[in-house]
C-alpha cells in the first residue's frame, strides 16, 4: 500500500481543517487506517484510527470532540476533520496503514505510511 497525504495548511485557531490521505493498492478496503501526527522535538502521537467497514474507530485523548476520521473505500481514501483547532495541534500529520485485525495505538504497528502533511495552526 502506498499512501499520499494532503490538506494541510495554515489556520487560526478555532478554525478547521480537513486532510486527507489517498492510498493505492488493491488491498486498501482492508486496512486499518490511522491518523500520527509529530510535532517539533515530540514523539509521533496516535490521533485516530479506523476500521476498514468503519464500525470501529478510536480517538486520541487530545482530540477527542474535535477531530472525526472517515473513510471511503470506493475512493480509496481515509479523511481527518478537525475543528476547533489549536496552537497545540500544529504538527506534521501522517496517515498510516495496517493489516491487522487490532487497532493499535502504537506506530510501531504500522507498516506503510504515507509523507506527512504541515498542519500549522495560529494563535
Known amino acids: 500500500v502506498q499512501l499520499q497525504a494532503s490538506g494541510g495548511g495554515l489556520v487560526q485557531a478555532g478554525g478547521s481543517l480537513r486532510v486527507s490521505c489517498a492510498a493505492s493498492?488493491?488491498?486498501?478496503?482492508?486496512?486499518?487506517m490511522s491518523w500520527f501526527r509529530q510535532a517539533p522535538g515530540k514523539e509521533r502521537e496516535f490521533v485516530a484510527a479506523i476500521t476498514w467497514t468503519g464500525s470501529v474507530i478510536f480517538y486520541g485523548d487530545s482530540v477527542k470532540g474535535r477531530f472525526t476520521i472517515s473513510r471511503d473505500n470506493s475512493k480509496n481514501t481515509v479523511y481527518l476533520q478537525m475543528n476547533s483547532l489549536e496552537p497545540e495541534d500544529t504538527a506534521v500529520y501522517y496517515c498510516?496503514?495496517?493489516?491487522?485485525?487490532?487497532?493499535?495505538?502504537?506506530?510501531?504497528?504500522?507498516?506503510?505510511w504515507g509523507q506527512g502533511t504541515l498542519v500549522t495552526v495560529s494563535s
Open positions: 493498492g488493491r488491498t486498501f478496503s482492508r486496512n486499518i
Open positions: 498510516a496503514a495496517d493489516r491487522g485485525l487490532v487497532v493499535s495505538k502504537l506506530a510501531a504497528a504500522y507498516a506503510y
